[in-house]
């Protein structure tokens, strides 16, 4: 959806859009800048949380070119677009806790990068808040992936939680396969909650309790932006923050 964003608003705009997936391979992610600057690019939309920040800002200044930064939450350089993920894993937990359940796991990256860490950090400030226990012990490490998160189930299971909260809904999906296959039921065994709505959110059984990210605008929203940005590159520094919204569904239940 961030894409369709991207490309809708180019087109409205009369630019053309070329996209480049890195799958967070820093070293593609790197070549991939260098060629853009070589080819002369209007400007960049920069969706990465491993790329430095300010290595950005001085590659791009020097060579003139405009950019946007997304999934960089705390950069005080460059325009940017961006969700607060802080209040995101504050909204989850206290919707789990407010639920009923206390004895939760996270189902997290092991590389875990600043938007990622700003969801847990969120989270765990409900915890505090409550005087409820946050651990590392709580935390199971494992790819953003549905494979990543059917990976985990076994896990998950020897730590008999009643729910998990997962940091991607890809991740949720494949915590779904893992519980059916060996013969448990979301939400009745354990409750999952997932994070960015998805498309399949919606389409899986039961359907999938989670926090939607405005993917789709803030494709849109950043291909804006940075165009004003091309067209006068005098502007103040922009920065917009977009909401985030608990979207309930069917995934979780309530645990007296």
Not at 83 to 101: F, P
Request: a negative charge; one cysteine or more; charged letters at 25%.
């Amino acid at each position: 959806m961030f894409i369709k964003g991207i490309q809708l608003a180019s087109q409205d705009n009369k630019f053309i859009p070329i996209i480049f997936d890195a799958n967070q391979n820093q070293a593609l992610q790197n070549m991939y800048l260098e060629e853009l600057i070589k080819r002369a690019a209007n400007g960049l939309i920069i969706a990465s949380a491993t790329l430095d920040a300010n290595d950005i800002d001085r590659i791009l200044t020097r060579n003139g070119i405009p950019y946007l930064l997304f999934d960089q939450n705390d950069a005080q350089i460059g325009d940017r677009v961006w969700v607060d993920d802080y209040k995101g894993g504050q909204i989850a937990a206290n919707y789990l806790l407010a639920a009923g359940h206390r004895k939760l796991t996270l189902l997290v990256p092991d590389d875990i990068t600043q938007n990622i860490r700003q969801r847990i950090k969120g989270f765990e400030s409900v915890m505090t808040k409550y005087r409820l226990a946050f651990s590392e012990e709580m935390m199971i490490k494992t790819p953003m992936t549905k494979l990543g998160g059917y990976q985990a189930v076994d896990q998950l299971i020897a730590k008999q939680s009643t729910a998990v909260f997962c940091i991607n809904d890809e991740m949720a999906i494949g915590v779904y396969r893992g519980l059916q296959e060996r013969g448990l039921r979301v939400p009745d065994d354990i409750s999952v909650m997932g994070y960015d709505d998805i498309d399949l959110a919606n389409f899986v059984a039961p359907k999938l309790t989670t926090i939607h990210q405005p993917a789709f605008e803030m494709g849109q929203v950043a291909t804006e932006l940075l165009i004003e940005r091309i067209q006068n590159p005098r502007l103040p520094h922009q920065d917009k923050q977009l909401p985030l919204e608990l979207v309930v569904r069917d995934s979780v239940k309530s645990n007296p």
